[in-house]
């Protein structure tokens, strides 16, 4: 079992990052203790070998590898389902969790049924005989999961359909779109934001989903962001998305260059 479903049967929060480039981040984000790395495919230059050396480190770091792949939930169509193409791959390649910005629940179940597929051999992974192809169809419920990230309207006003669709166990809430979507554009702690939250969490918990939701951008201080996931696992998110590694290191450093120029000048 992988940390992040590890720190989910334990009750625990799970803490990653996001990354937007290659795979020398990934010991040092592991060192640093957070329990999954997401490779950011839809909004940066990583390449599929770019991910296959991302995985491969997480792997021997000891932490979950949770992929987006790329695609267009605001203007790609409800109906599009060629992002099943990448989410097989992605699969294929033994990532265990693959996710994508998605538009609506008919996405989602096309998606979930990808997961169930038995082909691994990107991972140089085949059958041999009748058993184990039936293994491999069968498969541990923790070795290909699906995730859909709620952003678009589309897909929020079809939450309840999403959360209904066998198969689905975490769902993102990709929270600065969503809150954009709302009508709420980086008001990540308006009280109509939080109700929405409130609410998904509850109808998720009744299906023994767990929701996952990013912190957002608009804390830059260890205070900040210490505040804001605690203010998020009291309303039941359960996995956090902190930023992206590299802007973590931005807003971290800025504040303590300015702390050591005002001590030496």
């Known amino acids: 079992m992988s940390k992040l479903f590890e ?10 990052v996001w990354l937007k480039s290659g795979p020398s981040w990934v010991s040092t984000i592991a060192r640093a203790g957070f329990d999954f790395v997401r490779p950011d495919m839809m909004f ?4 599929w070998r770019e991910l296959d050396h991302i995985h491969k480190a997480a792997q021997a770091a000891g932490i979950t590898t949770w ?30 969790i693959v996710g994508a910005s998605i ?9 979930v049924e990808v997961a169930r597929d038995w082909h691994r051999s990107g991972a140089g992974e ?7 192809f039936a293994a491999m169809n069968r498969k541990g419920k923790n070795l290909a999961v699906f ?31 969503l809150s954009k979507a709302m009508g ?3 008001q990540y702690d308006h009280p109509e934001v939080w109700k929405t ?26 205070e900040q962001m210490q505040g804001r996931v605690a203010r998020m696992y009291e309303h039941g998110v359960r996995i956090c998305l902190m930023q992206g590694a590299d802007s973590m290191l931005e807003n971290l450093a800025k504040t303590l260059l300015a702390d050591i120029r005002a001590k030496v000048s």
């Open 7 to 16: 720190k989910l049967e334990a009750g625990q929060l799970a803490l990653g």
């Open 44 to 47: 940066s230059a990583i390449d």
């Open 67 to 96: 992929v987006r792949v790329p695609a267009n939930p605001w203007l790609a169509g409800t109906g599009q389902l060629q992002l099943t193409v990448d989410v097989a791959r992605a699969f294929s390649l033994g990532i265990p």
């Open 103 to 111: 538009a609506s629940a008919e996405q989602v179940r096309a998606c």
């Open 126 to 132: 085949y059958p041999s005989s009748n058993e184990s």
């Open 147 to 177: 995730v859909p990230h709620v952003e678009a309207g589309t897909a929020i006003h079809q939450m309840d359909e999403i959360l209904a669709i066998d198969g689905v166990r975490i769902v993102m809430l990709a929270m600065t779109d």
């Open 184 to 186: 709420y554009p980086f």
């Open 197 to 222: 939250l409130d609410s998904i969490v509850e109808k998720a918990r009744a299906r023994g989903i767990t929701i996952a939701a990013n912190m957002g951008y608009a804390y830059t201080t260890a």
